[in-house]
């Protein structure tokens, strides 16, 4: 392991003890001694429609034959084009004009230099401020760690963006705890906008960006009618408001999007993971196609917004995703995943009860299983736990002393079964 750096890992005691995966297909993984391990996050929320499928790496085999890479800077081709158009056909109404990317950190960045070009073509270049919220991940480089609220992903990396703020996250677990759905109790929270247009002027603010469910953090789910007022509160300002749905795009929550599921829609949204399966890294920001007009009419002749990647759009990347809509739309997994949701959040809240769980919250294909502190302090027992339910052949993911869950959307029955039972087990092991 010496010559590898891992992300987001405890390197050092990795290589004393290393988790190494080998194979995959459909919902199961196997590491190499050949022990099978279901995969109860999708990889790392990505894996949507299941390891292994044939006809995504068929489609990226004929491309990379066809037309392996083209450059996006001045210069087009019909595979890009084709997926730009195919993915507008599942976005919500209003939202149609796409800026592809290669990951979600590079997404939430594209997105809020768009939010500032956006008010500045508009003759508001004082908008620069972007509001994000505590609790909140929006990746890794220095726009979304600077509207994100993790503090630990912060603190190594000195001074991010100045004009940032954040509002007050949206848990609250002395009147929402063992939610099913959305909680009940929460919506006034989207009103600490407020305080911050009072503070700053609604006329210096760019953008407010939220994960309609806040993932990494913990399998955060709005309240009822919360998303509503932040979009109220927004467009009466002339605020922009962007989604990150990196992890809740493309059917964890029952619908293509959260936008979608809750009846609310943004004016930009940042997509990744589920978009190729996680097969080729790929991301999208997608807007209301005014957006894109105004920065186009405010611009002067030649390049209209200097922002782009050498691998925006990439043809591989284009047919992976085409080939991943389609077993989207031909084996109705979205629907699959509304349809199996019931019975994945009866199964995980029958784990109400078991030693150290004293949360457990639910939407779609998606969990959160809040555990109490260990004794050696926050996060130990949440790690042990994730630990130990590998050793029992289940892939979970941790965060804090939070196990998070959302399988491939190609999860059965038996599936969820198997995975309660093993976390059951676990955590009746551990200390």
Request: glycine share 10%; with cysteine.
């Amino acid at each position: 392991m010496s010559a590898l750096w891992m992300p987001f890992t405890a390197n050092r005691a990795f290589a004393a003890s290393p988790r190494i995966l080998a194979e995959a297909e459909g919902i199961f993984y196997r590491d190499t001694a050949g022990r099978e391990i279901l995969d109860a996050v999708a990889g790392l929320w990505c894996v949507n429609a299941g390891h292994g499928r044939q006809e995504i790496a068929d489609a990226v085999s004929r491309q990379l034959l066809t037309l392996d890479y083209a450059p996006a800077f001045q210069m087009g081709n019909p595979y890009t084009v084709a997926a730009a158009e195919r993915l507008t056909d599942i976005l919500p109404d209003g939202i149609d004009t796409v800026f592809f990317t290669n990951s979600g950190s590079e997404s939430v960045d594209t997105a809020l230099k768009i939010a500032r070009a956006y008010h500045a073509a508009r003759g508001e270049p004082q908008r620069n401020r972007l509001v994000g919220r505590n609790r909140g991940y929006h990746g890794v480089n220095f726009g979304g760690l600077s509207v994100g609220g993790i503090a630990r992903n912060k603190e190594q990396f000195g001074p991010l963006l100045a004009e940032v703020d954040h509002l007050v996250d949206t848990h609250d677990p002395e009147r929402n705890l063992y939610s099913r759905g959305q909680p009940e109790f929460g919506a006034e929270r989207a009103d600490d906008l407020l305080r911050l247009i009072e503070a700053h002027g609604a006329n210096s603010i760019a953008a407010v960006i939220v994960e309609p469910v806040a993932g990494s953090t913990g399998v955060l789910i709005p309240p009822k009618a919360y998303l509503e007022r932040l979009r109220a509160i927004c467009s009466a300002h002339g605020i922009l408001l962007i989604f990150d749905e990196v992890i809740t795009g493309f059917g964890r929550l029952g619908a293509p999007f959260a936008a979608q599921r809750y009846g609310v829609t943004p004016d930009l949204m940042t997509m990744a993971k589920g978009l190729t399966n996680g097969v080729v890294p790929m991301g999208a920001v997608v807007m209301a196609g005014s957006i894109r007009d105004a920065i186009f009419a405010g611009a002067p002749d030649g390049i209209e917004l200097f922002h782009g990647y050498t691998y925006s759009g990439h043809p591989v990347a284009a047919a992976a995703m085409l080939a991943t809509l389609d077993i989207y739309e031909r084996e109705q997994l979205f629907a699959h995943a509304a349809a199996i949701a019931p019975y994945w959040a009866d199964t995980l809240h029958a784990l109400r009860g078991e030693p150290h769980v004293i949360d457990i919250r639910t939407d779609g294909l998606v969990a959160g299983i809040e555990l109490e502190p260990g004794p050696r302090g926050p996060g130990t027992r949440g790690f042990a736990i994730f630990e130990d339910c590998f050793a029992r052949g289940l892939l979970t993911r941790v965060t804090g002393d939070i196990l998070a869950l959302s399988p491939p959307l190609i999860v059965e029955r038996g599936h969820i079964d198997r995975a309660a039972e093993t976390l059951r087990a676990a955590l009746r092991a551990a200390d």
